[in-house]
């Protein structure tokens, strides 16, 4: 399942390709909108937004609301560019004088009202986003800072998207690393100075893995372990899908664990 970073990323291609462009043509195939199209003909995007794992694509008087869940995707090609052949259905295809833009396999597609956003249950779940700007090491804090977490250990905490929206699998097990968190550990268990590394960390990872594209590890050791030969998948992480390699810090050996039944690894002397 894409992670923040990724949700991002999509967004802003499409965010490039659509905001203050008018709709010229449409495709739905979504059955609870197919009668919808006028609404979009003529219209400007005034925005494109990522919330979490949801896409907002906002119009005056209406929001098209789509969540990818595991299947769902977005692309975006010149509008003289065919779709490519693929075993994926067509849900919607917005089409703007250069771009044309594509929703596959999504099967959480729906039209708001733009009052009722805000209420839309997946999205007024959502903790703070650790991947847009706006959200700072001090919003973390305060949020972390709620009752309703305190006694939650961090390895389940941190794929909650009612915790720190847009934080999935590798970046759950990034974050606890870089923070130095063991993934039992409690929020009530953690120092302020752990507060502020986790908000730290969370904010940073997030950003990078943004903008240069999943690689979570510090830049320059990802340079150096490349030259050295290893792959991409294998240098661009501290310890996700690293288990039973060295730690990069302290060279013990990094542990597998399944919580959930989703990968996570971390190094058993650098976190406590
Ligand atoms: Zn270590």
New binding site residues.
């Given amino acids: 399942m894409p992670e923040g970073p990724e949700i991002h990323r999509a967004a802003s291609k499409i965010r490039k390709a659509l905001e203050g462009n008018v709709i010229e043509d449409i495709e739905i195939t979504v059955p609870q909108f197919s009668g919808r199209k006028a609404d979009f003909l003529g219209k400007t995007v005034n925005k494109v937004e990522a919330r979490g794992k949801a896409l907002l694509i906002h119009f005056d008087s209406f929001v098209m609301y789509s969540h990818n869940q595991l299947y769902g995707r977005w692309t975006v090609n010149l509008r003289k560019t065919e779709p490519k052949k693929w075993n994926r259905a067509l849900r919607v295809a917005l089409t703007t004088k250069k771009h044309t833009c594509r929703l596959w396999s999504a099967t959480d597609v729906l039209l708001m009202e733009p009052w009722e956003v805000s209420g839309h249950p997946y999205i007024a779940k959502l903790g703070p986003d650790v991947v847009i700007k706006e959200t700072r090491v001090g919003d973390l804090i305060e949020h972390m800072n709620q009752k309703k977490f305190q006694k939650r250990r961090l390895k389940t905490l941190l794929l909650d998207q009612g915790f720190f929206a847009g934080v999935g699998n590798y970046l759950r097990s990034e974050i606890l690393?870089t923070s130095g968190l063991h993934p039992d550990r409690t929020i009530a268990s953690l120092s302020d100075d752990e507060k502020i590394a986790l908000a730290k960390e969370s904010l940073f990872l997030s950003r990078q893995s943004y903008k240069v594209p999943g690689i979570t590890i510090e830049l320059g050791m990802f340079e150096k372990l490349r030259e050295l030969g290893f792959s991409r998948g294998q240098a661009r992480h501290w310890?996700f899908t690293r288990n039973d390699k060295e730690?990069?810090?302290?060279?013990?050996l990094?542990i597998h664990t399944r919580p959930g039944g989703r990968r996570l690894d971390y190094?058993?002397?650098?976190?406590v």
């Fill in positions: 690393f310890v730690c990069h810090r302290c060279n013990s990094i190094c058993p002397k650098c976190q």
